[in-house]
């Protein structure tokens, strides 16, 4: 929800005024929201391409009979979730190698990764029993609460999410 969350992605052109973008970030900043900008223009921009990344290996796990949807979902909730809330991936894995930073990490756990992303889905169309596959699982992890009462749950715990992390008493 747009009025609830706080970034707003700044897309420059090649014409635009530097000291425009200057202005209306901290324009931004003073209504409480949390502005970035890109250097320059790519479908989807950071957030939704990211999220689209993270949603086809959620897909793709569901889809391989790795876990239900359910599962997939409380695992990215009850864990990098947590932490999402606070700090993006870059300063997460800083912090995971330890007081080396993220050239200890780059340098020791990493290489794992190497062999996590030759695994990772790398189909660019939804294959065709996404749609099946996501509601049957959606089904069965959301029992009887309708579309609306999950947006008020989710809407009232951003509320609570928002004033521990800004410590705004109004959001």
């Known amino acids: 929800p747009p009025h609830l969350i706080p970034l707003v992605e700044l897309v420059p052109g090649k014409h635009t005024d530097p000291g425009a973008i200057q202005q209306y970030r901290h324009f931004l900043q003073a209504l409480g929201k949390e502005p970035v900008v890109l250097n320059k223009e790519v479908p989807g921009h950071i957030a939704n391409r990211l999220a689209a990344a993270l949603w086809r ?20 909730c009850s864990g990098p979730g947590l932490r999402w809330a606070l ?35 790398d189909w660019t169309h939804l294959p065709e029993e996404t749609r099946e596959a996501l509601s049957l699982g959606l089904s069965e992890s959301l029992q009887d609460r309708s579309v609306q009462d999950i947006a008020d749950w989710r809407d009232e715990k951003l509320m609570e999410i928002l004033k521990a992390i800004y410590g705004k008493n109004e959001v």
């Open 57 to 76: 290996e959620a897909i793709d796990l569901v889809l391989q009979g790795v876990a239900s949807v359910e599962d997939v979902d409380k695992a990215v």
């Open 87 to 121: 700090m993006g991936q870059h300063m997460i894995y800083h912090l995971g190698g330890g007081a080396g930073g993220i050239e200890q990490f780059i340098d020791h756990p990493a290489p794992a990764f190497e062999s996590w992303l030759q695994d990772l889905a």
